[in-house]
């Protein structure tokens, strides 16, 4: 199908964006990489009078190593991550993640603030921010607001944004050699969202015990969850077994045209298996 | 802001100036207001890859972008691609090999192709399926389309690595 109408704006500076956002509110949407708001225009899912495009905001796009932290602007494309070294070196966990978003001539356009203000409950990039303990950097015209990704999200498409912010940035704590991570995830098809995933990360000891484990799934619920459960089960003498079992406990995932519940819950048992050799191996 | 946008780009090279409605997709006015209709439009939501296209040296979904936000770039189409031979291998190979029946998908396939040989000149087979991933083709059944791409890495660069 084809749009409704709107008006279109080329936002030349964020000045102009918050204007744009403040006199047309709700009316009014952002658009970035275009990749889940163009389709939702054409399916008439969404019918903003004004699309406010920040394409052209030069500043919003970039990554950089600045003391402890990875700070990756909004604009930052998803072929952007994959293709930087600094995201490779320290942040594995987000490399990883990458190329599992859909498919080259999408992530080509799509971008990391889009994912996650998006928050699509089945996207890598919100799962990898939890797991990763992220900070999303949020902007309005009295200035900047810093949320930790764990308060972000705050249920199905919904974050702790409010009108008239965007997302600016999102900072990642650099992650030290001895903390491992991985993204694991079973779709039907390369690049389709997943019906479960799991972006998984632990400092490795030398006696292969898993120190602070996090895992974080994604597509068994409204938004990211943690598993908090699995995560105790996972450091303590039970190991990968008890991991699993408690899963029961973490997860609540909904039915849909995929499978019932259980099924989603006995895939994140695979996941869970998988990600801790991965970790160990 | 309007709904009116004016635009200036060039389209396989050449020079254009447009004045389109903001919702008008760009491979709708590729097709529509160019004449270019090869770009096919399939599902219009991101799904097919029917759509795809050449955008500042990137590839992209035809379907995903306005043609609003197109001022200043550079778009290759599959008729701009043919034109100047750079795709004539995979073309040639995509022949020999049946890798096509009705056509509906095959100028996506050769643009995103052509992306993966450009950056990768030897993928493997599972690379090119991974890479195709988000490419439909309702007839062939991909195996001639991965043979096709196969073959036109060869024929440009030598055998694939084992
Ligand atoms: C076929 C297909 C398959 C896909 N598969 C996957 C997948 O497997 N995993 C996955 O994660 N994604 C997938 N995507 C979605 C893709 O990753 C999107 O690019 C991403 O979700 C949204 O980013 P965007 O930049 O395109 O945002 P847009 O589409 O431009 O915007 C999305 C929403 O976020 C808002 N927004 C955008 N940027 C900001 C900002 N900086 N601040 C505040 N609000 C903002 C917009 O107003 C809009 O409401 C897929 C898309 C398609 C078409
Ligand atoms: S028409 Fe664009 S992807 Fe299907
Ligand atoms: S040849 Fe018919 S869809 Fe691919």
């Given at each position: 199908m084809?749009?409704?109408?709107?008006?279109?704006?080329?936002?030349?500076?964020?000045?102009?964006?918050f204007?744009?956002?403040?006199?047309?509110?709700?009316?009014a949407?952002?658009?970035?990489?275009?990749q889940?708001?163009?389709p939702?225009?054409?399916?008439?899912?969404?019918?903003?009078?004004?699309?406010?495009?920040?394409?052209?905001?030069?500043?919003?796009?970039?990554?950089?190593?600045?003391?402890?932290?990875?700070?990756?602007?909004?604009?930052?494309?998803?072929?952007?991550?994959?293709?930087?070294?600094?995201?490779?070196?320290?942040?594995?966990?987000?490399?990883?993640?990458v190329?599992?978003?859909?498919?080259?001539?999408?992530?080509?356009?799509?971008t990391?603030g889009?994912?996650?203000?998006?928050?699509?409950?089945?996207?890598?990039?919100p799962?990898?921010?939890?797991?990763?303990?992220?900070?999303?950097?949020a902007?309005?015209r009295?200035?900047?607001?810093?949320?930790?990704?764990r308060?972000?999200?705050?249920?199905l498409?919904?974050?702790?944004?409010?009108?008239?912010?965007?997302?600016?940035?999102?900072?990642?704590?650099?992650?030290?050699p001895?903390?491992?991570?991985?993204?694991?995830?079973?779709?039907?098809?390369?690049?389709?969202?997943?019906i479960?995933?799991?972006?998984?990360?632990?400092?490795?000891?030398?006696?292969?015990?898993?120190?602070?484990?996090?895992l974080?799934?994604?597509?068994?619920?409204?938004?990211?969850v943690?598993?908090?459960?699995?995560?105790?089960?996972?450091?303590?003498?039970?190991?990968?077994?008890?991991?699993?079992?408690?899963?029961?406990?973490?997860?609540?995932?909904?039915?849909?045209?995929?499978?019932?519940?259980?099924?989603?819950?006995?895939?994140?048992?695979v996941?869970?298996?998988?990600?801790?050799?991965?970790?160990?191996? | 802001?309007?709904r009116?946008?004016?635009?200036?780009?060039?389209?396989?090279?050449?020079?254009?100036?447009a004045?389109?409605?903001?919702?008008?997709?760009?491979?709708?006015?590729?097709?529509?207001?160019?004449?270019?209709?090869?770009s096919h439009?399939?599902?219009?939501?991101?799904?097919c890859?029917?759509?795809?296209?050449?955008?500042?040296?990137?590839?992209?979904?035809?379907?995903?972008?306005?043609?609003?936000?197109?001022?200043?770039?550079?778009?290759?189409?599959?008729?701009g691609?043919?034109?100047?031979?750079?795709?004539?291998?995979?073309?040639?190979?995509?022949?020999?090999?049946?890798?096509?029946?009705?056509?509906?998908?095959?100028?996506?396939?050769?643009?995103?192709?052509?992306?993966?040989?450009?950056?990768?000149?030897?993928?493997?087979?599972?690379?090119?399926?991974?890479?195709?991933?988000?490419?439909?083709?309702?007839?062939?059944?991909?195996?001639?389309?991965?043979?096709?791409?196969?073959?036109a890495?060869?024929?440009l660069?030598?055998?694939?690595?084992?």
């Amino acid at each position: 199908m084809k749009p409704a109408p709107f008006a279109y704006l080329r936002a030349r500076s964020l000045a102009e964006a918050f204007d744009a956002l403040d006199r047309h509110g709700e009316e009014a949407r952002l658009l970035a990489g275009g990749q889940s708001l163009i389709p939702a225009l054409n399916l008439r899912l969404a019918t903003p009078a004004v699309l406010v495009d920040i394409n052209g905001l030069a500043g919003l796009a970039g990554i950089a190593l600045q003391g402890g932290v990875v700070r990756i602007g909004a604009l930052t494309r998803h072929a952007a991550l994959e293709a930087s070294e600094i995201v490779a070196r320290h942040l594995p966990l987000l490399a990883e993640a990458v190329p599992q978003i859909a498919h080259p001539a999408i992530r080509s356009r799509g971008t990391l603030g889009g994912s996650i203000a998006l928050a699509d409950p089945a996207a890598e990039l919100p799962a990898c921010a939890l797991a990763l303990d992220a900070t999303i950097v949020a902007m309005g015209r009295a200035g900047e607001r810093r949320i930790a990704a764990r308060d972000f999200f705050r249920g199905l498409y919904q974050t702790d944004l409010q009108p008239g912010e965007l997302v600016a940035a999102v900072e990642f704590p650099v992650q030290p050699p001895e903390r491992r991570g991985c993204v694991l995830e079973l779709a039907r098809r390369q690049g389709d969202y997943a019906i479960v995933g799991l972006a998984a990360a632990a400092t490795v000891q030398g006696d292969g015990a898993l120190r602070d484990p996090r895992l974080v799934f994604f597509g068994v619920g409204p938004t990211p969850v943690r598993a908090a459960a699995a995560e105790a089960a996972l450091a303590g003498a039970g190991g990968v077994a008890a991991a699993q079992a408690a899963l029961e406990r973490d997860l609540d995932p909904p039915a849909d045209l995929h499978g019932p519940p259980q099924f989603r819950r006995h895939l994140a048992r695979v996941l869970l298996g998988r990600a801790a050799a991965r970790l160990l191996g | 802001m309007d709904r009116f946008v004016a635009i200036r780009l060039t389209v396989n090279g050449e020079p254009v100036e447009a004045r389109v409605d903001a919702r008008l997709h760009l491979v709708d006015f590729l097709r529509e207001q160019l004449d270019l209709t090869g770009s096919h439009v399939g599902c219009e939501h991101g799904v097919c890859g029917a759509c795809t296209i050449r955008v500042n040296g990137e590839i992209v979904r035809g379907c995903l972008m306005l043609a609003a936000q197109c001022d200043g770039a550079e778009v290759w189409t599959i008729e701009g691609l043919t034109e100047t031979g750079e795709i004539a291998a995979l073309q040639e190979a995509f022949v020999a090999r049946n890798a096509l029946q009705c056509g509906f998908c095959t100028p996506g396939m050769l643009v995103a192709a052509a992306e993966l040989l450009r950056r990768e000149p030897r993928p493997s087979r599972e690379r090119i399926r991974d890479w195709l991933g988000g490419n439909y083709c309702r007839c062939t059944g991909y195996h001639a389309i991965v043979d096709a791409v196969e073959q036109a890495a060869a024929a440009l660069h030598g055998a694939p690595a084992e």
